[in-house]
Structure formats: structure tokens, C-alpha cells
């Protein structure tokens, strides 16, 4: 198993338009080989600080989900977006191999 997270900070003003965004996402991940579960967390403290947590059977999965048509086309359409001040996050992203369960 391989876990993927993806952090970033939004202004807490936002953190509801964010939510929005990917409570309404595309999920074509969700199609991806070897993707098991996709969930958006918010920090109880800071809410803008937010973090997409995503489980794969394996890295090689997830590398593969990276390289595709359907992750680039997604993550086009994020750079469009029009408040570029969303547009402009860059999150922090920490990768894990499972070890034990």
C-alpha cells in the first residue's frame, strides 16, 4: 500500500470555496489503477490548512496516475482557475510506503 498527501494553506475565508471544489471534483482518480480511497481532511485548528490523503495498492499506481492524460488534463485546469490566488498554492507533498498494518 502507498499513501500520498498533499498539503497547502489556504486564507480561512477560502477554506469553504476550496472544500466546494473538491466536494464537486472531477473523480477521475477514482478510476485510476490500483486507487483505493481519495479524502480531503481540514486541520481542526487552522482551517485553511488542508490536505488531500489518497491510498494506492502501490507507488508504481500511483506514478502511473501521475503520468496520465486524465492527472495532466485535471491539473490544467486548476492553473486556469479564476482566482488566481488559489491557483497560485503550491502544496507540500508527502509520499509513504505502508510498512505494517
Known sequence: MYIVHSTF???P?????VISIYHNRSRLV???AGFQRFLLL?????????TVFMEWDSKEDF????????YKRIHELEKKYP???LAAIIPTITRYKVVST
Open 9 to 11: 494553506q489556504v486564507p
Open 83 to 85: 482566482d488566481q490566488e
Open 30 to 32: 477514482e478510476k485510476a
Open 63 to 70: 506514478l502511473a496516475w501521475v503520468s496520465s492524460e486524465d
Open 42 to 50: 481540514q486541520n481542526e485548528k487552522k482551517s485553511g490548512e488542508l
Open 13 to 17: 475565508e477560502k477554506a469553504d470555496e
